[in-house]
Nanobody, 124 residues
Framework: QVQLAESGGGLVTAGVSLRLSCEMS????????MGWFRQPPGKDREFVAA????????LYTDSVKGRFSISRDNAKKTAYLQMSNLKPEDTAVYYC?????????????????WGQGTQVTVNS
């Protein structure tokens, strides 16, 4: 059984950086594609970034390109989302998700497992 646990969220001021972590428990981590999604207040969940099992391929939504970076440490069974130059519009609950195989994708429905989420609030 795969379980995902996010950490690292918080209340910050615009312009600062924050790093989210997602630790997986369960079967082999290094075969899973890992993704980050977010749900802003009153809106649907949206794709943020995803990374291949080997870390060689990543995908980002346009609004975070150049500011966010996804990475993973397979030895630690952990994925990360480094967020820089945060903006108030980045305020959301951030979720990590995993997909058993394939390539990084932005489609919510294809991810098999989800964490409980961590709140990120950015004040102007």
């Amino acid at each position: 059984q795969v379980q995902l646990a996010e950490s690292g969220g918080g209340l910050v001021t615009a312009g600062v950086s924050l790093r989210l972590s997602c630790e997986m428990s369960g079967p082999t981590f290094n075969i899973y594609v890992m993704g980050w999604f977010r749900q802003p207040p009153g809106k649907d969940r949206e794709f943020v970034a995803a990374i291949s099992w080997d870390g060689d391929t990543s995908l980002y939504t346009d609004s975070v390109k150049g500011r966010f970076s996804i990475s993973r440490d397979n030895a630690k069974k952990t994925a990360y989302l480094q967020m820089s130059n945060l903006k108030p519009e980045d305020t959301a609950v951030y979720y990590c998700a995993s997909r058993r195989s394939g390539i990084p994708r932005s489609t919510t429905e294809i991810y098999d497992f989800w964490g409980q989420g961590t709140q990120v609030t950015v004040n102007s």
